[in-house]
């Protein structure tokens, strides 16, 4: 079963681009499942100080460095806050830096306002530098739709189907399976 482990950068909890994540929960294939982890509000500010060989990571850091490393792939949600990415997801990118199976991990990036795209921008340069594989087929830039236009929800979930079954494509054919 192929695992992707979607990361919403926002802490809303309403936030449009949760509401996306859950729908790829939804519309994940038979062959694998999507797993949206909620844990962005309990890590702790990032600090070097606390990222040392031989100390124990926070509990919450643990938990999400574990999530990430069982993924074989990660989905990316994020808004953009006054041109960038927001800091409690920097934050949670900050902790993934020193991981061991992060590099190489394949990532595709979601963007639910596309209008809006220099965090977009940022997420790119930070994984690119992190060393993230960005699977370009499965990155998407669809508008979330407005309750009042029905036909653009079924466009957008259409779009949403077609990067995320690339995305596993792509995983189905890294991984072998």
């Known amino acids: 079963m192929i695992r992707i482990l979607a990361l919403c950068g926002s802490l809303r909890r309403q936030s449009l681009n949760r509401r996306a994540l859950a ?3 939804d519309l994940a ?6 797993a949206l982890w909620r844990g962005l509000a309990t890590l702790p500010l990032f600090s070097p100080d606390l990222d040392q ?6 509990g919450a850091v643990r938990a999400l460095v574990a999530e990430v490393d069982t993924a074989d792939g990660l989905l990316i949600a994020c ?5 960038g990415v927001p800091g409690a997801f920097k934050n949670a990118l900050d902790w993934l830096v020193g991981s061991t199976t992060f590099p190489g991990k394949p990532v595709a990036l979601w963007n639910v306002a596309p209008r809006a795209h220099h965090a977009q921008d940022q997420l790119r340069e930070i994984l690119t530098t992190m060393s993230a ?5 499965a990155c998407c830039a669809a ?3 407005k309750p009042e236009e029905p036909q653009s ?3 957008f979930e259409a779009q949403l189907r077609t990067a ?3 995305y596993f494509a792509r995983l189905q054919t890294r991984l072998g399976r």
Do not use: T
């Open 29 to 34: 294939p038979p062959i694998g499942e999507v």
């Open 164 to 166: 995320l079954a690339a």
């Open 53 to 58: 060989p031989g100390l124990p990571l926070p």
């Open 143 to 145: 508008a979330f739709p």
């Open 133 to 137: 594989e960005i699977v370009e087929e």
């Open 153 to 155: 929800a079924a466009q």
């Open 23 to 25: 729908l790829a929960v």
């Open 79 to 83: 808004p953009e806050y006054a041109h």
